[in-house]
């Protein structure tokens, strides 16, 4: 175990060391904001800085990244605007430079539009920017078109855009139009202008766009064959390891009970009063759903929901905003009460002050759901100045939208919970017994969900869309993806040696391992979010050589799934457990098709330049944030109820409920968001990125269709969704009501 520590320290820190370094390197060489735009002619002020930071500000208040896409960021609906405002001022320029011929570019012969394609190019990609004046000039012909595009998105935002689901006067402030148009700008700038002294631009070319020329560049395609190579590599390295030590823990197996050892614990009342958590869980559970159905109609009618004006009331942007955020909040709720649930089995014992530290955390967290949710609505609807929209409304970057403000107090909360629960680990570790390893990986996992969620405090209110972004993927993907993941393979480790289902020595040795498999590509495979986000070349390189790595361990998760099949078949006593077990059951399939092979499809660069926020993203994004995070929450609370409950449970509910989720996300996929994303794909390498987001394509008859063939999937699903939490909230209430009883 020495050894196995000393690997998992260092894979830790040269890990981190590595994604410092890129950090370092994104605040030094992220794409630099002007301190002016002027006409070369005429020396006229078009944007300043100050036009262009609170730009964004108006930005994130009507939704941000919930309102189309920056950089491929964002939500699915509206246009990319920086890909889309590079296509339409390219095209100004084409049409107003082809007017001599008469004709329009499009009309032109080959050798004319070649001669006008290469005048674009150099005005579009040569960087005017001067770094002692920290001022860009632009050309004459280039303000028109800039002017033009100005006019076409402040009509969008003010009057509205059915296919867009922008409700009219989303903006009408005057003032906040002309800045929102400044970042838009900028945006497209940064995206199209190559670097000084470089061949790219500070987007690594992307988006795709043929007629500036900006295709995929060397580095990306160089570093995809890569990342190939090596997954191939460490596969054949896995599975080596893995027949290697799986013949060792055959031998370590110890003797299963003939009777459930849970059956002799006793439960304390901290642990009921995690009960309640369970209830609300399972209202997030439905509302988030609710809001999804409502959010996915939007993109068929824009406006309505089924002929409803109900976008009057709760626009696209909110219930996308709020959808997200409810599978964020239900699902670390899901695990975070599974955590102040567990502890007490830890420690056998009772610490004072813990019952009032969960009920107050409750209390905490329902205030921050609430409060963000309404913060965001007022943000949105632009009933807050924008500094005081930063901190109580909507921040406007997808899955951390809630306001500063929220975000303290959750961060807050979460070092109550740290608390809470790591001082029970901690008697367990004196103990020095079997789980000692174990128990250190869990408090390990415990303190980084605590501190980690502080890395969405790392920016400020007018700091660069490349830093936000760094530090957002610290959050979402090393926060949900990162450390709650090796906190939720420590639970269900310990929790199977309390049943005596597997050696606690064992369980110690292989979490550790796991955590080193899986973190040793998690934490700089963060980068590969990053590869097009005003960010220098080094992410390419190292995102996607460690987002390979992360799906190396995936490859062995049908041997996982075996084994937990088997535990069902050791005693019977077990199968009390079944429907817990088949929840993990699904994890592990969901691991295996949403994060390994929905993942890599979109991981190297050579994808993701072209498919990045396109309906692929959405079929990773489904399936492994509630195929993985969510059926694992569930799996977590059924567990948690089992251990509790006195009764027999029907059987039927959860077998309804089980099936129905499942085969709904798969229809959901199958028959609807693949499809798209495919089609998508294809559009955005034959005609460029614009037009795979263009309401051309995505309001033509037959992806319409594939639109509607959403509802098979998304009403099985939620005849699923609707049975568990029929099913939790009534056996959650039994267990409310049922006195605390020893073996």
Known sequence: MKKIWIGFITIVVLSFTALIWVGVKIYQEKPPIPKKVLVAETNEVLFTKANIQRGQNVWESIGGMEVGSIWGHGSYVAPDWSADWIHKEAMFLLNKWSLPYGKKYENLSAENKGLLKGRLVDQIKTNTYDTITKNVWITADRKEAILSNAKHYKDIFSKGNAEYAIPKDMLVDASKLDDLNAFLFWASWAASTNRIGDTITYTSNWPHEPLIDNLITVDAQIWSGFSIVLLLLFISIMVWYHIRSSHREREEKGEIPNVNPLTNITLFASQKATL????????????????????????????????????????????RTWHTQLAIFWIAAAWLSTGLF??????????????????????????????????????????????TNFFFGHQGYEYMDLGRFWQILLA????????????????????????????????????????????GLMYGENSSLSVINYWRWWLVHLWVEGFFEVFATVVIAFLFTKMKLIPAKTAGRVTVLSAIIFLSGGIIGTLHHLYFSGTPVHAIALGATFSALEVVPLTLIGYEIWENWSLLKVKEWVKEYKWPIYFFLAVSFWNMLGAGVFGFLINPPIALYYIQGLNTTAVHAHTALFGVYGMLGMGLILFSLRMISKTVWNDKILKISFWS??????????FSLLPQGIIQALASVKHGYWYARSTELLYSPSFQTIKWLRIIGDVIFSVGIGYFCWFTIKETLKCMVQKNKKS
Do not use: C
């Not at 905490?364 to 007022?378: C, F, P, Q, R, T």
């Not at 989720?661 to 199958?670: E, R, S």
């Open 276 to 319: 309640k958590y369970f209830l609300v869980i399972s209202l997030l559970i439905a509302l988030q759903v609710v809001l999804g159905i409502i959010t996915v109609h939007y993109t068929v009618e824009g406006q309505a929901f089924f002929g409803l004006e109900l976008s009057k009331y709760l626009p696209y942007t909110i219930s």
């Open 342 to 387: 567990i502890a007490p089995l830890v420690s056998n014992k009772e610490l004072k002050y813990q019952t009032f530290g969960i009920n107050f955390l409750f209390i905490a967290i329902l205030i921050v759901v609430l409060g963000s949710m309404v913060g965001e609505w007022l943000g949105v609807k632009q009933y807050l100045e924008l500094t």
């Open 412 to 455: 807050v909360g979460l070092v109550l919970w740290v608390f809470l629960v790591g001082r029970h680990i901690l008697v367990g570790i004196r103990r020095k017994d079997n789980t000692r390893h174990l128990l250190i990986l869990f408090l390990i996992s415990v303190i980084a969900i605590g501190t980690f969620f502080f890395s």
């Open 661 to 670: 989720l499942n085969i709904g996300l798969l229809a959901m996929v199958v």
